[in-house]
């Protein structure tokens, strides 16, 4: 994801279910941030929204948009 991330020069944000983290209640924890600095516009790169996957059963991503 670290690669994926500086490569294509976007942030990458990873979360977790509630459930799967052992909290209650519906929605997801952030679990790994890869490059915030891309949030920011910057010298070599404009200013991006963070792709947002969701990480189920140990081994799985799925894509969470809103």
Known sequence: MLVLSKMLKVPIFVYVANAEAGKRGPGYIIIQRYG???????????????????????????????
């Open 36 to 66: 915030e600095q891309y949030t920011k516009a910057g010298k070599d790169h404009p200013k991006r929204r963070p792709v947002r996957l969701l990480y189920t059963n140990g081994n799985h991503f799925d894509l969470l948009v809103k």
